[in-house]
């Protein structure tokens, strides 16, 4: 089954740190632009490209750091320094793939 699986997602307080992962089974994520979303209001939070190019929201520059191990077929999502406002689901998406979604909460 060709499919995107997040992970990492959880509840954490304001300045602490999550890394979501987003693994390809059935297909290689090598030559996809990966994206992540969040959704509360919908926004692209950040974007790496199959050549290692990314870019991010104003909002969550400097504190996330997309990337990618194409050995591990796998995406990342460092976040740091979260704040209340990144609690979100998010998405990860490749190609026609997105990813189940998963639940970041930010609070003291």
């Known amino acids: 089954q060709l499919q995107l699986v997040e992970s990492g997602g959880g509840l954490v307080q304001p300045g602490g740190s999550l890394r979501l992962s987003c693994a390809g089974s059935?297909?290689?994520?090598?030559?996809?632009?990966i994206l992540w979303y969040r959704q509360a209001p919908r926004e692209l939070v950040a974007t790496i490209t199959s050549?290692?190019?990314?870019n991010y929201a104003d909002s969550v520059k400097g504190r996330f750091t997309i990337s990618r191990d194409n050995a591990k077929n796998t995406m990342y999502l460092q976040m740091n320094s979260l704040k209340p406002e990144d609690t979100a689901v998010y998405y990860c998406?490749?190609?026609?793939?997105w990813g189940q979604g998963t639940q970041v909460s930010v609070s003291s």
């Open positions: 059935g297909f290689t994520l090598d030559y996809y632009s």
């Open positions: 998406h490749a190609g026609n793939y």
């Open positions: 050549g290692g190019s990314t």
